[in-house]
């Protein structure tokens, strides 16, 4: 009877201590060597949507007071996205590990517009095609963003974690709709990689 009690008493201290060093070990992994829970191909498309996320808020925010109308609207409309999902992104980086928000976002310039400011008739018609091709380049580079981030999400839904694939499934609607929203083509988005 004793055996059997030594024994039972032993199975279940190994088993303690087998779990205790196995989370000691990994939270001193994470600690020291600062290792991501995710594998490189989430922990890359997490680091790369943030980065996107963070800088096309910003440029949205700079947009929203300097930009033409179509302008405007269309970043109110990523701003407001890029809003929400931020804490969505920032949730699914801390659970697994991923350094957020993005270091090193480079800081967007101030567009110069003091050296459009002229009374002749030339430099008027340069200052209008130079707001057109701003506007356009403004909305075609925030379409081309967001259809990275619908990429790269559709990727993570196809990515071995359960948690990463239903973060990716939640948010894809709303990318999508966005997308569409800022006028862009389903099926003639770019697949440009950052």
């Known amino acids: 009877m004793k055996i059997n009690t030594f024994f039972a008493a032993t ?3 190994g088993t303690l201590f087998t779990s205790c060093v196995h989370q000691t070990a990994q939270e001193r992994q994470l600690k020291y060597t600062h290792t991501s829970l995710a594998d490189g191909d989430a922990f890359a498309i997490i680091q790369r949507v943030g980065e996107t996320v963070l ?3 910003a440029r949205a925010e700079q947009i929203a007071s300097s930009g033409d109308a179509q302008s405007k609207e269309v970043a109110a409309q990523v701003k407001a996205f890029y809003t929400q999902f931020t804490p969505s992104l920032d949730s699914i980086a801390t ?8 270091r ?3 800081a967007l310039a101030e567009a110069d ?5 002229s009374t002749s008739d030339t430099t008027l018609v340069v200052e209008e095609d130079v707001q057109v091709h701003a506007k356009e380049d403004y909305v075609h580079m925030t379409q081309h963003d967001v259809a990275f981030v619908k990429e790269q ?6 990515n071995t974690n359960k948690d990463l694939q239903n973060f990716a499934h939640e948010h894809l609607p709303a990318v999508s709709a966005l997308y569409t929203q800022i006028g862009g083509q389903e099926d003639a988005h770019d ?3 950052h």
């Open 104 to 106: 090193g976002i480079p």
């Open 191 to 193: 697949h440009a990689h």
């Open 153 to 158: 999400l559709t990727r993570l839904s196809r």
């Open 113 to 117: 517009t003091s050296a459009l400011e």
């Open 95 to 102: 659970a697994f590990h991923i350094d957020f928000p993005i």
């Open 11 to 13: 199975i279940c201290a």
């Open 55 to 57: 800088t096309g808020a």
